[in-house]
């Protein structure tokens, strides 16, 4: 089935730091692919739309500036926490889907968190 | 607003009966349905979906059912076993928001041996 990578996993770092997120479609393009937010004991939240070669679109309430989106291709997109602070940790996941009525597939997920 | 909605977050069952979890939505313009599984710390497993032009659809232990009218689905799973034990994220999409999931808060099972 398809598979949806997503490196690092865990990532534990300094106030101040960026950090980025990979996510790869491993064995199909993804024009569109999603970044979520998981609080615990809570739902997934969605961050914003990743379109591959295109600028993301956000969500309401979520920073642009402070979570930047790059999809510069059709296997892989990032997400970089810049400057991150200890209220942006949490569990990041993205997603990606083979096409539209096919069902999105998630990455494993990075615990980001911010000392 | 809530879109999507799964009222029960947690369920007891017993191992080798049916699981059934339950979710309701409010908007009609929803037309493609997917459950997943997801344990802690890693991200949510695909299990079945369903398009709105079907009211079943069946995948070995886990069939889901959908009933327009209502705006209600369901999912059974039978046998339940104790690798189920997980949480259940019901989500839908409608045609023009580019494949954008709205997800339930999400339902607990316990299968208990």
């Known amino acids: 089935g398809a598979v949806v990578s997503q490196h690092p996993s865990w990532v534990i770092c300094k106030s101040g730091t960026s950090v980025k997120i990979e996510c790869r479609s491993l064995d199909f393009q993804a024009t569109t692919m999603f970044w979520y937010r998981q609080f615990p004991k809570q739902s997934l939240m969605l961050m914003a739309t990743s379109n591959e070669g295109s600028k993301a679109t956000y969500e309401q309430g979520v920073e642009k500036d402070k979570f930047l989106i790059n999809h510069a291709s059709l296997t892989l997109s990032t997400l970089t926490v810049t400057s991150a602070h200890p209220e942006d940790s949490s569990f990041y996941i993205c997603?990606?889907?083979?096409?539209?009525?096919?069902?999105?597939?998630f990455g494993d997920g990075t615990r980001l968190s911010i000392l | 607003d809530q879109q999507v909605k799964q009222n029960s977050p947690s369920l007891s069952v017993q191992e080798g009966r049916i699981s059934i979890l339950n979710c309701d939505y409010t908007?009609?313009?929803?037309?493609?349905f997917l459950w997943y599984k997801k344990y802690p710390a890693e991200g949510p497993t695909f299990l079945i979906s369903i398009s709105s032009i079907k009211d079943k659809n069946e995948d070995g232990r886990f069939t889901v059912f959908l009933n327009k009218s209502a705006k209600h689905l369901s999912l059974h799973i039978v046998p339940s076993q104790p690798g189920d034990s997980a949480v259940y994220f019901c989500?839908?999409?409608?045609?023009?928001?580019?494949?954008?999931?709205?997800f339930g808060a999400g339902t607990q099972v316990v299968v208990t041996p």
């Open positions: 989500a839908a999409s409608a045609p023009d928001s580019w494949g954008k999931l709205q």
């Open positions: 908007n009609s313009m929803f037309d493609y």
């Open positions: 997603s990606a889907s083979p096409g539209q009525y096919q069902p999105q597939h």
